[in-house]
């Protein structure tokens, strides 16, 4: 920082709230749950103003992304007016820059009754100076859903005397002319000036420098298993002994993939225990008021395909074992236990056919072909908000269609199993 300011100035730097993002979750299929993650973007949000209120905080800054593309809730924008009053009436200066899924929302913050003291920077960009604090803000807006070049020259340059803190919503690192959401290096960045980049766009939280400060926040309040793992804010604050920064918790719901061990299980009952313990470690574990979960059953057991046929009777176990903890909740439940590797001998005839298909089917180039063809067929039928459950990119689809493609072995070789045995539990 060029001079010390005489006083000290904190904010909360957050991104990426996406409110009244449509559930892309497999929670849909439970309602309570559904209502659960519906609602905890705009908790989230409650908190995070309350963070501002409880501690005094003088702004709080939102790097883009607050809507996701349209509201879906006629009850947002009433909400939205009211917490901004909150923090007006409190004295906490509002910082917002528009990202590439609110950029062309401005049919939304025309229905919001802003307060003064929000400001919401335009594409052409700007900067506030708050005097008795010495603190330059400056952002600039997505002003279309694409950003192929740098937003960097459109920022003013520092302004003396002052500690400089830029908005910025961008995909960071990409190369110009592929990324169009707003690529820049982490090198201009730190060249143009500023004591603290105020970032937004990407989920995962990355402190990407120190001295300057150049902060990708994160989502914080993670919208699917895709964004599993504890969520927060940053909190900044700027005096005489320069800038610091400190992550604080804010998930309401905090989605995890876990994989329940089930190797060697012989009865039923190891199962069950082992998925009850996974239920129970979530619970104890969590730092987030609700754990939702996503259960992988693995390891190689005899039980496999009976694990692979039972997989409704073991979600609704799941679920009420869940239940009683009052915190936790099941999204789903994969079976992926696949038989001793022992085992495999050419004595009954649906090992030997299961071998053949994951050896020589499944690899097989042009059947490879025709299965990729079908899926992309299937996607193309989803919503478009869907679609990237199967991958963001070729390689993430090539490598959701073998997982796929070993799976259905394992699963008809556990029917044909099913048949043969004609037990039940
Ligand atoms: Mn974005």
């Known amino acids: 920082m060029p001079e010390e300011p005489a006083i000290a100035f904190r904010f909360l730097h957050t991104a990426d709230l996406h409110l009244d993002s449509p559930l892309k979750s497999l929670a849909l299929k439970d309602a309570d749950l559904a209502g659960l993650i519906g609602n905890a973007s705009r908790r989230v949000f409650e ?8 501690e005094r905080l003088d702004a709080l800054v939102i790097a883009g992304d607050l809507f996701d593309r349209e509201l879906r809730s006629v009850k947002t924008p009433a909400f939205l007016t009211r917490q901004l009053r909150l923090l007006h009436e409190a004295g906490v200066q509002v910082f917002m820059i528009r990202g590439n899924h609110d950029a062309e929302a401005s049919a939304i913050t025309n229905q919001l009754d802003l307060p003064p003291g929000v400001h919401v920077f335009t594409g052409r960009g700007g900067t ?3 005097e008795e604090k010495a603190v330059a803000v400056h952002g ?3 002003a279309q859903r694409h950003a192929p070049n740098s937003l960097l020259p459109k920022y003013k340059p520092p302004v003396q005397g002052m500690a400089n803190i830029g908005l910025m919503h961008t995909s960071i690192g990409g190369t110009e002319g592929h990324d169009v959401y707003a690529p820049v290096s982490v090198a201009d960045l730190v060249a143009h000036g500023f004591d603290y980049w105020a970032l937004g766009h990407i989920h995962k939280r990355q402190v990407h420098h120190e001295h300057p ?5 994160g989502i914080p309040q993670g919208r699917s298993v895709r964004e599993a793992g504890p969520k927060s804010v ?9 800038i610091r920064i400190e992550e604080r918790h804010t998930g309401i719901a905090e989605f995890s993939a876990v994989t329940v061990n089930v190797a060697g299980a012989t009865e039923i009952e190891d199962v069950r225990a082992a998925i009850r313990q996974s239920i129970q470690d979530s ?15 693995r390891g190689e ?5 009976r694990i692979r046929r039972d997989t409704e009777t073991r979600l609704e176990e799941a679920r009420e074992e869940a239940a009683a903890y009052g915190n936790v909740w099941i999204e789903s439940l994969g079976a992926h236990a696949a038989p001793p590797s022992g085992t495999i001998t050419g004595d009954d005839p649906v090992v030997e056919l299961q071998t053949l298909m994951q050896s020589q089917v499944i690899s097989d180039p042009s059947f490879v072909r025709d299965a990729a063809a079908e899926m992309d067929k299937l996607i193309k039928k989803l919503p478009p908000g869907l679609r990237d459950q199967f991958g963001g990119d070729e390689a993430e689809r090539d490598a959701m269609l073998r997982a796929v493609l070993s799976d259905g072995v394992e699963d008809v070789a556990a029917a044909l199993h099913a048949a043969g045995d004609g037990g039940t539990e």
């Open 47 to 54: 908190t995070i103003v309350q963070t501002c209120l409880d």
């Open 128 to 130: 506030v100076t708050l």
């Open 140 to 142: 600039v807006s997505f």
């Open 213 to 217: 400060f150049i902060v990708m926040p």
């Open 234 to 242: 940053t909190l900044g604050t700027i005096d005489e002994g320069g």
């Open 283 to 297: 619970a104890e574990t969590t730092r987030s008021e609700h754990a939702v979960l996503r259960l992988s059953l």
């Open 301 to 305: 057991t005899a039980l496999a395909w």
